[in-house]
């Protein structure tokens, strides 16, 4: 290659953050002002128009559903069928970063947390990655970066509870970190016992930084409402159903004892078993509007879940 032609192209990489390792920079949240929760909006810029879906299927029994193809699955975006552009069901590596609850309501509750942050952390496979943030008091720690790893750092048996809930901006250090990652399947799996007393950052904006970076939120609820059934609603727990359902993925109710265990079991099963589909909108129109998203399939009796939209880009000219 001729001298000035590389030197080039060195300029260009340089000027080009993200170009030489292949992925695209995750843009800014777009907006901060606060709204109420009925209100709320997940935003998510894309770099290309190509929108991509992680989806699970189960079955009445809510065993997970193998051997689809891309013809039973129909792809609808405000209610217009969507080209769909690739299809695959393989195994891919996730990364996953668990919240851990340490505020002081949590001080009973702790040793289940963190027996079943270890059992997460058996269950992972080659490739899997795994990071650990504990939220209380007035500050998110990290504890634990990402790692192949099946033992849980040692520090995580250490913590105490105390303090307040600064539950959101453990949200927001989380998605921070997965939208670095190159995995496709990104999760936060948050172990939490009650509303936010002490974020700086509000729910819209957590919610939108998780859509932003393509995450799925599971939500292990340590209420007393879900673990005492009682029919009182408490915010926190609207929280984490909204959370894990505009994301696509899924709110424990019930986890107390060993349930708690098998959520965690749970999420890690349903991460080596989604579809994944992408497809390019039709609607080119760069307008900064909120597009639904629904997945249908062909076949009866079956259960399919995903995240239920995004907002498209909005041009600045």
Same mark, same amino acid.
């Given at each position: ?22 992925? #695209? ?21 894309? *770099? ?13 029994? @809510? ?14 975006? *405000? ?5 769909? %552009? ?24 702790? %040793? ?9 952390? @058996? ?40 303090? &307040?809930?600064?539950?959101?901006? %453990?949200?927001?250090?989380? #998605? ?25 950052? %509000?729910? &819209? @904006? ?62 890690? @099963? ?9 497809? &390019? ?18 076949? #009866? ?10 907002? #498209? ?5």
């Amino acid at each position: 290659m001729p001298l000035r032609l590389a030197f080039l192209l060195l300029v260009v990489l340089s000027l080009t953050p993200g170009l030489a390792t292949g992925r #695209a920079l995750q843009p800014e949240a777009q907006e901060r002002q606060r709204k109420p929760l009925d209100q709320a909006r997940e935003i998510v810029s894309l *770099d290309t128009n190509l929108v991509v879906l992680n989806v699970t299927v189960t079955d009445r029994k @809510e065993n997970y559903v193998a051997g689809l193809k891309a013809d039973d699955f129909s792809v609808f975006e *405000d209610g217009v069928l969507q080209p769909i %552009s690739s299809f695959s069901f393989d195994e891919m590596p996730f990364a996953a970063v668990i919240l851990v609850d340490t505020s002081a309501s949590m001080a009973p509750k702790l %040793s289940l947390a963190r027996a079943a942050c270890a059992r997460f952390a @058996e269950g992972i496979r080659v490739g899997d990655v795994v990071a650990i943030y504990s939220f209380g008091g007035t500050r998110v720690r990290r504890i634990q970066d990402f790692t192949e790893s099946r033992d849980v750092h040692p520090l995580l048996w250490e913590i105490g509870a105390e303090g &307040e809930t600064p539950l959101y901006d %453990s949200i927001v250090e989380a #998605a921070k970190a997965l939208s670095q990652r190159s995995e496709r399947r990104r999760a936060i799996l948050i172990i939490s016992d009650g509303a936010d007393t002490r974020s700086r950052a %509000s729910f &819209e @904006e957590a919610m939108q930084k998780v859509v932003a970076a393509g995450i799925a939120v599971y939500a292990v609820d340590l209420s007393d409402s879900a673990l005492y059934r009682r029919s009182v609603r408490e915010r926190g727990s609207e929280m984490l159903k909204a959370l894990a359902s505009r994301t696509g993925g899924r709110h424990f109710l019930t986890p107390g004892g060993s349930k708690l265990r098998e959520a965690f079991e749970q999420t890690v @099963e349903e991460l080596r078993n989604q579809y994944t589909i992408t497809y &390019e909108p039709l609607n080119e129109r760069q307008d900064g509007r909120w597009r639904v998203i629904e997945v249908k399939l062909k076949q #009866a009796g079956l259960n399919v879940r995903t995240r239920q939209g995004y907002y #498209a880009r909005k041009s600045h000219k």
